[in-house]
Nanobody, 121 residues
Framework: QVQLVESGGGLVQPGGSLRLSCAAS????????MGWYRQAPGKQRELVAG???????NYADSVKGRFTISRDNAKNTVYLQMNSLKPEDTAVYYC???????????????WGQGTQVTVSS
């Protein structure tokens, strides 16, 4: 069994900051790409940011310059530092990871349960 557990969501005023964390645990052999998606009410889930095992990153245009993704491979954890938050950043944020478990021959996508981020005054 592999699990992704997120933390760090909440309510913040416009212009504020939040840091999301997502820790992978369980029968993990190797973790490849990790990242964050978000889904606002009535909208499709969209990629926010991704990071490879080697540290290469990519971001949605809407968050470039405001959000920073990072990871700690020793802790199997990915982070999303969100600064200068806007009301349009309000969404449920989901972490994902491509993981090969000890029971598999190749990587499979795993998702966290989601954490709510609300930006409002």
């Amino acid at each position: 069994q592999v699990q992704l557990v997120e933390s760090g969501g909440g309510l913040v005023q416009p212009g504020g900051s939040l840091r999301l964390s997502c820790a992978a645990s369980g029968s993990i052999f190797s973790i490849y790409a990790m990242g964050w998606y978000r889904q606002a009410p009535g909208k499709q889930r969209e990629l926010v940011a991704g990071i490879t095992r080697g540290g290469s990153t990519n971001y949605a245009d809407s968050v470039k310059g405001r959000f920073t993704i990072s990871r700690d491979n020793a802790k199997n954890t990915v982070y999303l530092q969100m600064n200068s938050l806007k009301p349009e950043d309000t969404a449920v944020y989901y972490c994902y990871a491509d993981i090969t478990s000890t029971n598999d021959y190749g990587p499979s996508p795993y998702w966290g349960q989601g954490t709510q981020v609300t930006v409002s005054s």
